[in-house]
């Protein structure tokens, strides 16, 4: 397994506001990555680095190449959908189709034409004319026809609905992804995409301050519901977070073993909400 | 080659509004103006003998008709002029909007998706402003100056003289558009520098384009003129307007060489003898003689590539 992407140690102010300060990490081939932070936290700036759309310091090789001068050819494999609604308003759907055709040397016309068979959008419908929804099918019908080897997704479904939302995170998995695709994914609708990633990225304050894949996160992070009379021996473990839930107290740890927290109470593997709300604590602050 | 096909396919479709239908319409409505006045005319003839636009019939032959048909043959084009004016106005607000409608509506995170470079992008821009849209204004305008000439030609037919003949054996006939479609690489590199400007701005400004495009050349004008005035010092400043201003702001239009190297090149159609056609012609390649067009061309370059250079670093949404 070779790395698709190599980030090390990617600086970027904006005036004196520091978007990224010093993020460093891999993602490798066939994964699919979360990328998950705060507002504000450096995420649309990475994604801009690893796509060339901005300028930076540090090193990064994206599919073997440098974003920054490679560019034009970095675009013949790799994709993205940033933010949802870019395309403009006078496109129609099979100008679209035949445009990304005639430029896209790995387009598959006949894969996008089965995908939007499935939707309610005619070759001649403007996307000026279409639902967010739609214009999202209408991207996505795109990007799963380009043979790239990674798609970077910037917040894709934001505004919409839930029924949108789960078919556009199912078409991907179904249709889209082999072992051969990465997908870099940044959202706040971590609940939604948890279960179909397969690594975690957090970043806060321009670092990434958690890299992990889903097994390990499951290893390493534990939640219990702590008896009354363990919570001082397990206060002593330094519990990430706590909440309480039904008079019990909830406790988060980071690198404890199960067998130890067994004893307190019932254990659970935490959800990443509940693991990035925990990890980002006095973001805000 | 295939990509800036497409790229050109895809400025048609978002263009097409104002690349086809803007002179479509002008010229429709000349059409219809001129037509309208001919079968007037020829209606008052025909009902009111006494009136004093009565013509009658009228044959004419010899030298008068030959002359009525090479003039005709050589000037029908004017009837394009108005056509030829909208082009300037086009390609001054296509270039204008170029860079700037793609970034305003966020769209050019999908252009930038796709694998084609900012250098292909930008020069597509170019070409349409440059190539395709005076190619379709000229054609448009052809049509239209042909259907009043026939138009014409059919009133006088109506009084009994038939140039149709004449009309259709004169070489001056096809002679016309084809000398008007080989000023175009004149029409380009005169038209480069405002071409080149306007993509800059178009590439540099976060709105009111048009304001930075029109008041920038407008305000340093403005302040030489008063530092000559006040200051008494030696700036030229109605060179900078003339040679620098008009050169940005008036490239587009057809035919501005003719005025801006007036006092160069004049049209001595009288000297020579020669028809106005091929007069105008042989004027307007003489042009590329002076030293001025050149200059403008490297400028003109030098600020599409700032557009490119601007599209490919400036950081968007």
């Not at chain 1, 639902?131 to 970077?152: R, T």
């Amino acid at each position: 397994m070779s790395a698709v992407i190599t980030a090390g140690n990617l600086s970027k102010t904006y005036g004196k506001q520091a978007a990224l300060n010093g993020a460093s990490f891999t993602v490798e081939a066939g994964r699919i990555v979360g990328l998950i932070g705060p507002n504000g936290s450096g995420k649309t700036t990475t994604l801009k680095a690893i796509l060339g759309l901005t300028q930076f310091e540090g090193e990064l090789t994206v599919l073997g190449m440098d974003p920054r001068s490679q560019r034009d050819a970095l675009m013949n494999e790799v994709c993205f959908i940033a933010d949802v609604a870019i395309l403009p308003k006078w496109l129609k759907v099979k100008d679209a189709i035949d445009f990304v055709e005639g430029v896209h040397p790995r387009f598959n016309r006949s894969k996008a034409e089965k995908y939007l068979a499935n939707t309610k959008l005619s070759p001649n419908m403007k996307v000026k004319a279409m639902s967010k929804g739609m214009v999202v099918q209408l991207h996505l019908a795109l990007v799963m026809a380009i043979d790239a080897k990674l798609l970077v997704l910037d917040e894709p479904t934001l505004g919409l609905d839930i029924l949108y939302r789960k078919q556009f995170y199912q078409n991907l998995l179904e249709d889209y992804f082999d072992e051969n695709k990465t997908i870099l994914i940044t959202t706040h609708q971590i609940e939604e995409v948890e279960h179909i990633l397969t690594d975690l990225m957090f970043i806060q304050d321009g670092k990434i301050s958690l890299a992990a894949s889903m097994d390990e996160v499951g290893e390493r992070f534990t939640e219990v519901m702590v008896e009354p009379q363990f919570v001082a021996a397990a206060n002593a473990l330094q519990p990430m977070s706590q909440r309480t839930v039904f008079g019990k107290p909830i406790m988060l740890f980071d690198g404890v073993p199960r067998l130890q927290l067994s004893t307190f109470g019932e254990l659970r593997t935490p959800s990443v909400a509940d693991l990035f709300v925990a990890s980002m604590k006095g973001t805000y602050a | 080659m295939k990509t800036m096909k497409w790229l050109i396919k895809r400025e048609l479709w978002e263009h097409k509004g104002m690349l086809v239908w803007a002179p479509a319409v002008i010229a429709a409505l000349i059409a219809a103006l001129a037509l309208g006045s001919i079968i007037m005319g020829n209606h008052l003839n025909f009902n009111d003998d006494s009136s004093p636009l009565s013509i009658g019939s009228v044959t004419i032959e010899g030298t008068a008709r030959m002359r009525i048909v090479e003039t005709m043959s050589q000037a029908y084009m004017v009837s394009a002029m108005p056509v030829l004016m909208v082009l300037s106005f086009v390609v001054f607000f296509y270039c204008l909007g170029a860079l700037n409608d793609e970034r305003r509506d966020r769209s050019i995170l999908f252009w930038k998706s796709l694998p084609v470079s900012d250098m292909s992008t930008v020069l597509s821009k170019v070409a349409l402003a440059l190539v395709v849209a005076p190619l379709i204004t000229l054609g448009i305008g052809t049509v239209l100056s042909l259907l009043i000439l026939f138009a014409a030609c059919g009133a006088v037919l109506a009084h009994g003289t038939n140039l149709f003949g004449a009309m259709l054996m004169s070489p001056d006939l096809y002679l016309t558009p084809l000398r008007l479609a080989g000023l175009l690489p004149v029409y380009i590199l005169w038209a480069l520098p405002t071409v080149g400007w306007l993509l800059m701005v178009s590439s540099m400004a976060r709105s009111k384009v048009f304001l930075w495009a029109v008041g920038t050349p407008l305000v340093a004008s403005l302040l030489l003129v008063w530092a000559e005035k006040m200051l008494h010092i030696g700036i030229n400043a109605s060179w900078f307007v003339t040679r620098i201003v008009d050169r940005i702001l008036l490239g587009a239009v057809p035919g501005s060489w003719i005025i801006f190297e007036g006092d160069r090149v004049a049209l001595q159609h009288e000297v020579h003898r020669m028809a106005v056609p091929e007069t105008i012609f042989t004027a307007s390649w003489g042009t590329l003689g002076g030293i001025s067009v050149w200059l403008g061309v490297v400028a003109g370059v030098a600020m599409i590539a700032t557009a490119v250079w601007m599209r490919r670093r400036r950081e968007e949404g």
